[in-house]
């Protein structure tokens, strides 16, 4: 008796593990139903804005429903990364966001409305990238050093752009001032693109700019690059030397970009989306136009190694920003 009674309790297990796989199985493959909003919290254009659209693309094409990327920039990401955090958990609303929002915002003295680690759920890290020293063709500046030189003798003329304050190439800004003790003015606009057009119209000095953005521009001659900010070249342009090899000893500044999800999601779904991001990253005209063009680096990391970075470059940031002593807005 006992030993119908034991074979029966194994057939009801193994049938209900049978049926929550079965259950699962369905429910990931029901997701998604309707269109998935991909939100942006920067402007169309800037780098963050072009790796989400070739992503989403991918997904959409992949996945059978539209992936909708939507702009909502402003205050440095934090405007769109806020808005995700209080957005529904179901699936359908994403963070396509740069550094800034996740590491960089949460440790400068403004209090915000969100919480990093507590209101999101890592998919996955997309790629990193690296910023150059750049100056318009245009410009009678032939070096690093001759914009530092500017800098200590006229030092309310040097001025450089960036996303706003606490965004990469304001950091990246604020990392060479430090290293090279000089003083230079901060120019912080609402994203990349006008950053980069008022660089262009000949209004700032140089800019640390994104390579994804950069490199077609220095390619087409418009921009001259002069140095880039990571620990190694960028194989976007090799010939170009690193701040560290030019002398600013310990200079490595480098930003990711990456998809989350407001807390709470199914990790089921999490898990889908971060198999729909690994899969776009390998994309032969994705990686031509991120890597080979752009000077990026392709991670797709894990959800959990993507959390494991955040967690870290909080740390990181945070140092620097007491360093240089940077304010919000």
């Known amino acids: 008796m006992n030993y119908i009674v034991k074979q029966y309790s194994k057939f009801l297990f193994v049938s209900a593990l049978s049926f929550s796989l079965i259950s699962l199985s369905h429910a990931q493959k029901a997701y998604p139903e309707k269109s998935i909003k991909m939100v942006v919290p920067y402007v169309a254009g800037g780098a963050a804005d072009i790796t989400a659209r070739l992503i989403a693309q991918s997904m959409t094409e992949s996945m059978g429903q539209s992936v909708i990327v939507?702009?909502?920039?402003?205050?440095?990401?934090v405007i769109g990364t806020e808005l995700v955090a209080k957005m529904p958990a179901d699936g359908y609303n994403l963070l396509f966001t740069a550094s800034g929002p996740l590491v960089v915002n949460p440790v400068m003295p403004k209090k915000l409305n969100?919480?990093?680690?507590?209101?999101?759920i890592p998919i996955s890290a997309a790629i990193t990238y690296q910023y150059a020293v750049v100056v318009v063709s245009a410009s009678p500046l032939q070096s690093v050093g001759e914009i530092v030189n500017l800098a200590k003798q006229k030092p309310k003329e040097v001025s450089?752009?960036?996303?706003?304050?606490?965004?990469?190439?304001?950091?990246?800004?604020?990392l060479l001032a430090l290293t090279?003790?000089?003083?230079?003015?901060h120019v912080p606009y609402k994203g990349a693109a006008p950053a980069l057009a008022d660089l262009l119209g000949g209004h700032l000095t140089f800019t640390f700019e994104p390579l994804v953005t950069a490199v077609p521009l220095i390619k087409a001659g418009k921009l001259r690059p002069f140095a880039v900010s990571s620990a190694t070249r960028s194989k976007a342009i090799p010939n170009v030397p690193t701040l560290n090899e030019l002398g600013y000893k310990g200079f490595n500044i480098s930003q990711f970009q990456g998809l989350l999800a407001p807390a709470g999601t199914d990790?089921?779904?999490?898990?889908?989306?971060?198999?729909?991001?690994?899969?776009?990253?390998?994309v032969p005209s994705t990686v031509k136009r991120l890597v080979d063009d752009g000077g990026n680096e392709i991670i797709a990391s894990s959800p959990t190694e993507f959390a494991n970075q955040i967690q870290s470059e909080l740390k990181m940031y945070s140092k620097l920003i007491q360093a240089a002593h940077i304010q919000s807005e």
Do not use: C, Q, W
């Open 70 to 77: 939507e702009n909502r920039p402003g205050a440095n990401g």
């Open 114 to 120: 969100y919480d990093p680690v507590k209101d999101f």
């Open 160 to 174: 450089y752009g960036s996303t706003g304050i606490g965004g990469g190439g304001h950091l990246a800004g604020e």
């Open 180 to 185: 090279a003790g000089v003083e230079m003015t």
């Open 267 to 282: 990790p089921l779904i999490i898990k889908r989306l971060h198999e729909e991001v690994v899969k776009a990253l390998k």
